[in-house]
């Protein structure tokens, strides 16, 4: 670099005059000391120095061997002393290296004219005229400032290291009371500022400062903690980058500037020299790794994407624009290939030149990529590529490093930087995020749970599509269009915008036609769109809404015309909720997933030479819920007889998207998918159809679905139970009987704490497993909340609807708690009208409503009554089972044999006892299935009551794989099971068994025999099969007391 002899710096030894017999390069000093050696010195105090110096040095040397003479008296083995020899000659080298390089830098920096002039051979007046840097000037001004404010910087540093970060370390962790500053100076060394580079008309509202900043300083900082005697520090450190100054806004008041951004374009280098046990850290592998972790937190706010804003003014507007401006644009890297690397790899000792196993470190900014390791190969070819961020532009550098994987430390193998400048001027960033491939654009456009796709526009960036979308929208208030722009192979987004509907309501004529900025793309992105909205208007002079009197709910004219006029400043109370016209007419779907067949084999073995199957599951989505089966192993034709329950409404365009996956350990091979309008299925109530599996090349998949009306009466809700669990698969959760519809309009008078503000509530509806959170209503006692939600409901009459009001930061206001059993008893199973919190202020309005559902297409013939047979009473059953035609018969057939008013009356229990039985083939699982609901008035033999269970035997095969087990009740005479058992075999097979039923108890705590209370045995070819309905059967008395 040009220095002017006019700079102020102090001259250098070597441009002072010397003895003409001196050399040329041999500084005055040296012939000082030579005079000084070369007289008749008295021997004296010089003598006894050079004796001290001596003494002190055999002192130290035999310091060393007090380790090796520990070890040998501690009986430690020479490993270790070696191992701790190893240790501290790399302690040593990495040591001595950070203090030459710090000697080196200063010395640069001290003289760096005469150092300069001695490296080209010349004097500083022998330089050329044409050395010159117009890119990067010189700032000698600012150096010789920042010089002089330099002692006053430390005086500052050190009042705020002692005064404030001391206190905070010693309040931070009782162990560190005794934290203290002991040395904090910064040197005589100040800043230095290398160059200075102005990047004119990149913008004219901001001006653009680039910094080469430089410190190489004898910085002396040492830290104690008195109480465990640990002293630390540091002692000279080095700091190297540049620095990035922007100031902007530029404003027509002074101070002219607005703001000050400071950032580090790319990661500084950091070298730090520690003292005292900080020494650790100059160790071989922690050195690096502790300038790492520092560097890091450096980076974390002062390396870019993160920068530090200085605002100059008050109330700055744009100030987090300012602060975290919008990236400039991203890149797209191709790291190809390398030729003529370098070769770093030798074997036996060097005689045998291997090559290198390459790879490649990609960094702009913070961003780091690394592309994966060649074996042996001078001429990689990786064929990677990466996506960048680009937040300054000129500025930021793509640098490329390639080493050569080695397992204890990689080789460096060469380094390469671009200028992002450079290729934005090439061309080869554009507004679509492209690199030298044209995107295949194409448009997705969802509204909530509904989504629809444009065609795909191939090879170009500024595709015309000329495509119409229709939705049905709910409340336009408060829904919105999501618009994606993606690449064909939807893995690439190009652009995104989310448009509110609410703004189709104030537009002219409810339509927008015009251009819309994307996000997450270029400046210049758009999409043209025209957006039309109408409004559906329903004529109620037409329209005559029938009304069932007594309905809770219902309106009523007189007592209206009552109410009227009755408050002149607040409305009246309203007795009964007002919701909207879709309240309570959502209905479930229910999702059969039966089987599958030809799918395609995805499993390969052996690198691909075997053949195998596929570990096929099925994903379902549907009204913004997903479910997923359970995985079949190994098989082209799975089974899975599962069923899923979604609560669904009317509302048209609705599809159930069918994907079936190949379970893999890393990701999940594509097996097929389709798509079933509901449109259909909510209209006829019923599908059963094989579809077939789109985008492979076989494959299809049956499903069953139906739709389930709910039913305001509770007649039927026995015969949904019984249904239900007859048709329960094991691999499925417990089937809905009922729907339950909540509609939570408002509440009053909650309760208030003296001396605060009005609460913010809320309100959380749940049953079971399922909540529900209203919105939260600011600062009042009376919220409206006017929301509503719907549950699966299993077991009517244990379940219960739990509601919590509370408020936002304050706690609980209230609960309640509805069994659902309430529902039933009343007219319509629905309760409208004001529900009392349980702490006794405050109230709720809310109605409840339950339907039950029933099915019309189960293929069983359920009773609402339950037989009760003796055994010896089966074999008089006046009609028998004629075959398999009546299993197979269609619901509404078999719901038209229900019989209710000709149940026979229940026979009282035996001395033993009864037990209820539910025996039932199913036809399409060709499965015998047996259902133990309970026992009654079982025999007591002792003091206390039995611990009863119920084992099933189906005979003749008496082996473990046709036993079955419920689980035992406690001390109970009349217990409850409710367990279902299968047992997988043809029906003619079945016909032929007999089903043994045997009641036990355990004897004692430590025996392993078995009290039998009661058995019975069915002969299953006496037994309507196809019936499925649950009959009490009287125990008989057995002598055989056995052992399960």
Known sequence: MERSPGDGSSPSPADQPSAPSDPPDQPPAAHTKRDLSSGNQPAGPGAAGEALALLTSFGRRLLVLVPVYLAGAVGLSVGFVLFGLALYLGWRRVRDEKERSLRAARQLLDDEERLTAKTLYMSHRELPAWVSFPDVEKAEWLNKIVAQVWPFLGQYMEKLLTETVAPAVRGSNPHLQTFTFTRVELGEKPLRILGVKVHPGQSKEQILLDLNISYVGDVQIDVEVKKYFCKAGVKGMQLHGVLRVILEPLIGNLPIVGAVSMFFIRRPTLDINWTGMTNLLDIPGLSSLSDTMIMDSIAAFLVLPNRLLVPLVPDLQDVAQLRSPLPRGIIRIHLLAARGLGSKDKYVKGLIEGKSDPYALVRVGTQTFCSRVINEDLNPQWGETYEVMVHEVPGQEIE??????????????????????????????????????????????????????????????????????????????????????????????????????????????????????????????????????????????????????????????????????????????????????????????????????????????????????????????????????????????????????????????????????????????????????????????????????????????????????????????????????????????????????????????????????????????????????TKTISQTSAPVWDESASFLIRKPNTESLELQVRGEGSGALGSLSLPLSELLVTDQLCLDRWFTLNNGQGQVLLRAQLGILVSQHSGVEAHSHSYSHSSSSLSEEPELWGGLPHITSSAPELRQRLTHGDSPVEAPAGPLGQVKLTVWYYSEERKLVSIVHSCRALRQNGRDPPDPYVSLLLLPDKNRGTKRKTSQKKRTLNPEFSERFEWELPLDEALRRKLDVSVKSNSSFMSRERELLGKVQLDLAEIDLSQGAAQWYDLMDDKDKGSS
């Not at 309760?751 to 605060?756: D, E, V």
């Open 400 to 773: 490329v490093e390639v080493f050569d994987k080695d397992p204890d430390k990689d080789d460096f193998l060469g380094r390469m930087k671009l200028d992002v400048g450079k290729v934005l001027q090439a061309g080869v960033l554009d507004n679509l995020k492209k690199g030298n491939k044209e995107p295949n654009p194409m448009v997705q456009l969802s509204i909530q749970d509904m989504t629809q796709e444009s065609k795909a526009v191939y090879s170009n960036n500024c595709p015309v599509w000329e495509e119409a979308f229709r939705f049905f929208l709910q409340d336009p208030r408060s829904q919105e269009l999501d618009v994606q722009v993606k690449d064909d192979s939807r893995a690439l987004t190009l652009g995104a915008l989310t448009l509110p509907l609410g703004r189709l309501l104030t537009a002219p004529e409810l339509t927008l036609d015009q251009w819309f900025q994307l996000s997450s793309s270029g400046p210049n992105s758009r999409l043209y769109m025209k957006l039309v909205m109408r409004i559906l208007y329903l004529d109620s002079s037409e329209v005559h809404f029938p009304t069932v009197p007594g309905t809770p709910g219902a309106w009523d004219p007189d007592s209206e015309s009552s109410q009227a006029g009755s408050s002149v400043d607040a409305p009246p109370r309203p007795c009964h909720t007002t919701p909207d016209s879709h309240f309570g007419t959502e209905n479930v779907l229910r999702i059969h997933v039966l089987e599958a067949q030809d799918l395609i084999a995805k499993d390969r073995f052996l690198g691909g030479l075997v053949k195998g199957k596929s570990d096929p599951y099925v994903k379902l989505k549907l009204a913004g819920r997903s479910f997923r089966s359970r995985v079949v192993r190994e098989d082209l034709n799975p089974r899975w007889n599962e069923v899923f329950e979604v609560i669904v409404t009317s509302i048209p365009g609705q599809e159930l998207d069918i994907e079936v996956f190949d379970k893999d350990l890393d990701k999940d091979d594509f097996l097929g998918r389709s798509k079933v309008s509901l449109t259909a299925v909510l209209n006829t109530g019923f599908f059963d159809e094989w579809l077939t599996l789109e985008d492979v090349p076989s494959g299809r998949l049956h499903l069953r679905l139906e739709r389930l009306t709910p039913r305001p009466t509770a007649a039927e809700l026995e015969e949904v139970l019984q249904v239900n669990s007859l048709i329960q698969t094991q691999k499925s959760a417990e089937l809905a009987a009922a729907l339950l519809s909540v509609y939570l309009e408002r509440a009053e008078d909650l309760p208030l704490r003296k001396g605060t503000k009005p609460p913010s509530p809320y309100a959380t509806l749940t049953v079971g497993d399922t909540s529900h959170k």
